[in-house]
């Protein structure tokens, strides 16, 4: 299995998710994933099928956004202009909530949600990475840059 694997990215990965330093997930779409680190492939292996009903979930929420779109008298490409902004599962699901609860009257108040709806996905993530290096700088002044010769 892991020959067929291997086979599959020599022609090339079908999705690459990068997390932490240098770390690389290569997603070949034939069930196998390899993961690399700066060093090189550190592993080949069979990815669950779940992986995929995730990408079809997204899948799912751009097109049931883009309906609702088409149904409220907006062209499909207004919609999907909007998804392709929105790009993740929570972001869209909010868009659908929002189309749902205020009824927006026009195209501009459509607009102006995504971008409110983008901006806080921002302050979230801007949130978060300063969480994470003010804890890496706590680290710091607690740990010390290293050993001190006395």
Known sequence: MHDRLRKAFQRGPQAVFSWGKD???LYNGEG???RRSGN???AVYAVPEKKEVFMDER???RRELIRTIVRMGYPASFGE???DNL?????MRRMLGYLAQAGPRSAEEIADEMLAIMEDRQRWIRKKEAEYYNSRYNELLYYGLGQEDE
């Open 23 to 25: 770390q690389t997930l």
């Open 32 to 34: 196998g994933a390899e």
């Open 40 to 42: 090189g492939a550190e």
């Open 59 to 61: 899948e799912e929420l």
């Open 81 to 83: 202009a909007i998804a």
């Open 87 to 91: 790009r993740t599962e929570k972001t």
